[in-house]
């Protein structure tokens, strides 16, 4: 395996490396929407900015992406996912 990729599997599976961000990225393949981030601090009984962080490493990584509306933050999984996240996500089914 080259350098590059293992080091780009390791990025996303450090980020995968939490139990809150795998339900986190249960939930937002789940969704038909964009979720909001308030609900996924109700869902979680964690303060948003934990929250947010959680969202920030799963996006550093390409796993979710972000739209603003008003104050809220929605998320979603990227779409297209790249092949590397998509083949880790795969291997957490």
């Known amino acids: 395996m080259a350098a590059a990729r293992a080091a780009g599997l390791a990025a996303v ?26 609900d996924l601090t109700a869902a979680f009984g964690l303060s948003q900015p934990t929250v947010s962080h959680h969202l920030g490493r799963l996006r550093a990584v390409g796993i979710a992406t972000s739209t603003r509306r008003g104050i809220w ?19 957490a089914r």
């Open 13 to 38: 599976f450090a980020a995968l490396a939490d139990p809150t961000r795998i339900q986190i990225v249960h939930i937002l393949r789940s969704a038909t929407e964009p979720v909001c981030v308030c």
């Open 73 to 91: 933050s929605f998320y979603r999984l990227a779409d297209p996912l790249s092949p590397l996240v998509q083949a880790a996500l795969d291997a």
